[in-house]
């Protein structure tokens, strides 16, 4: 949960810092949101194919 949530701080973060403008303003764009689910997404999936601790791994 917390990787999804540093996820989504980093997609906003990255889509502000790239179009200039104040996260306040942004704050109920929905090209935004689609920014912060893109980058939880993204990840989360970095996260589980280095941390995948899967049972089929005995």
Excluded: E, K, Q
């Excluded at 403008?21 to 893109?38: S, Y």
């Excluded at 993204?42 to 589980?48: F, K, S």
């Amino acid at each position: 949960m917390l990787v999804g949530i540093a996820g989504a701080f980093i997609g906003g973060r990255l889509f502000v810092t790239l179009l200039g403008r104040p996260i306040v303003d942004n704050a109920v764009a929905p090209a935004l949101r689609v920014a912060v689910i893109a980058g939880s997404l993204a990840l989360l999936i970095v996260y589980r194919l280095l941390f995948d601790y899967s049972r089929d791994r005995r």
